[in-house]
């Protein structure tokens, strides 16, 4: 028996290879963000760190809730401000505060006491006691076959523009 001998073609093979890796290639890089650079972190990218320091009005400690009370507070303020990446973490009885980006004077407000004015009210007036007054009624309906209030009865001319209804 003989076997029969089909020629190995490398070369073949090769450019297969090779215009299957340009297509991936292309494909990557086409459909992507239009860049190469990968997106860098805050750690990379730079940014702004805020450490603050938790400090209670006789000197202690403060409690593990009004850390985590003060953290979800900084971090709504800190999502108010439309950063993504941002971070809010609690080492200890500091607030640690990470935001990207080169703005950091928003960053450094956020730890800031938010302002609350109260102002007298100056003029007014009692609640009125008693029952509530009905609203209007509408006006009764017309019997059958009688003219609306205003319209003009069946078979006469309307009036013109301006004047009143007979």
């Known amino acids: 028996m003989a076997s029969s001998s ?57 409690s593990r809730e ?21 971070e809010v973490v609690v080492d200890g009885d500091n607030l640690i505060i990470t935001v990207p980006g080169n703005d950091g004077n928003e960053a450094r407000n956020l730890g800031q006491t938010a302002r609350l004015y109260i102002r007298p009210v100056l003029n007014s007036m009692p609640a009125q006691s ?3 007054k009905p609203a209007p009624r509408q006006p009764a309906q017309p019997a059958p076959g009688q003219p609306a209030p205003g319209q003009p009865a069946p078979g006469q001319p309307a009036p013109a523009p301006g004047q009143p209804a007979p």
Do not use: W
Request: hydrophobic share 45%.
């Open 6 to 62: 089909v020629p190995v073609h490398p070369a073949r093979y090769l450019s297969v290879f090779l215009l299957l890796l340009v297509g991936v290639y292309l494909l990557v890089f086409l459909t992507g963000d239009k860049r190469a650079a990968p997106k860098l972190g805050i750690d990379l990218q730079g940014g702004t760190r805020v450490t603050l320091t938790a400090r209670t009005p006789d000197g202690s400690a403060p």
């Open 66 to 86: 009004a850390l985590a009370q003060a953290q979800q507070i900084i971090s709504a303020r800190v999502n108010g401000l439309g950063v993504s990446g941002s």
């Open 130 to 132: 008693g029952e509530p």
